[in-house]
């Protein structure tokens, strides 16, 4: 069984920075596609960003590109989302996901089938 924990959430101004992490249990992660969501209050689950088994291919959503950046480490069962220039409209629940079974950089949600709790990331104007 695979369990995912997400830390590094919280209260930034805008322009800031935040580096999440997430922490695999289990031995498929360095095997595994993983992917980071957000969900803002009352909003849609959204794709931010997705990294291959290797590290090798990522893949962003546009309203972040050239600010987020994700990187796994597999010796530590680790991925990471560093956050920069951060705006209000990125405040949202981000969770973590891996998807056992794509080569690729999945982006839609139902491609995974582990996720984490969340950590909240707010942005104050």
């Known amino acids: 069984q695979v369990q995912l924990v997400e830390s590094g959430g919280g209260l930034v101004q805008a322009g800031g920075s935040l580096r999440l992490s997430c922490a695999a249990s289990?031995?498929?992660?360095?095997?595994?596609?993983m992917g980071w969501f957000r969900q803002a209050p009352g909003k849609e689950l959204l794709f931010v960003a997705a990294?291959?088994?290797?590290?090798?291919?990522?893949d962003y959503a546009d309203s972040v590109k050239g600010r987020f950046t994700i990187s796994r480490d597999n010796a530590k069962n680790t991925v990471y989302l560093e956050m920069n220039s951060l705006k209000p409209e990125d405040t949202a629940l981000y969770y973590c996901?891996?998807?056992?079974?794509?080569?690729?950089?999945?982006?839609?949600?139902?491609?995974?089938?582990?996720w984490g709790r969340g950590t909240q990331v707010t942005v104050s104007s």
């Open positions: 996901a891996l998807d056992p079974r794509t080569r690729g950089v999945p982006a839609a949600p139902t491609m995974y089938d582990y």
């Open positions: 289990g031995r498929t992660f360095s095997s595994s596609a």
């Open positions: 990294i291959s088994w290797s590290g090798g291919s990522t």
